[in-house]
Nanobody, 117 residues
Framework: QVQFVESGGGSVQPGGSLRLSCAAS????????MSWYRQAPGKERELVAS????????NYADSVKGRFSISRDNVKNTVYLQMNSLKPGDTAVYYC??????????WGQGTQVTVSS
């Protein structure tokens, strides 16, 4: 059974920082392209950041460029999302996602991030 265990969510004030972690098991982690998605109440789920299986290439949503950074450690089987300069608009449930081309698609349970003063 494939499992993603997320941690690092919480509540912070605007301008603060959080680091989300997603630890994977049950699959060859180094073969997965990893992404972070988020979904706020009443809004569609959106892609926040993605990283290739070897960590060579990264992509970000325009709304988080320059503030968020995705990284991975294929020894620890973990993907991270460093979030700086957080804004109230970043408030959402954040989900870890792993894909192997079009054959497999796995999701974490989600973790709440709340940014408010």
């Amino acid at each position: 059974q494939v499992q993603f265990v997320e941690s690092g969510g919480g509540s912070v004030q605007p301008g603060g920082s959080l680091r989300l972690s997603c630890a994977a098991s049950g699959f060859t982690f180094s073969s997965l392209a990893m992404s972070w998605y988020r979904q706020a109440p009443g809004k569609e789920r959106e892609l926040v950041a993605s990283i290739t299986s070897d960590g060579t290439y990264r992509n970000y949503a325009d709304s988080v460029k320059g503030r968020f950074s995705i990284s991975r450690d294929n020894v620890k089987n973990t993907v991270y999302l460093q979030m700086n300069s957080l804004k109230p608009g970043d408030t959402a449930v954040y989900y870890c996602n792993g894909r192997y081309w079009s054959q497999y698609d796995y999701w974490g349970q989600g973790t709440q991030v709340t940014v408010s003063s």
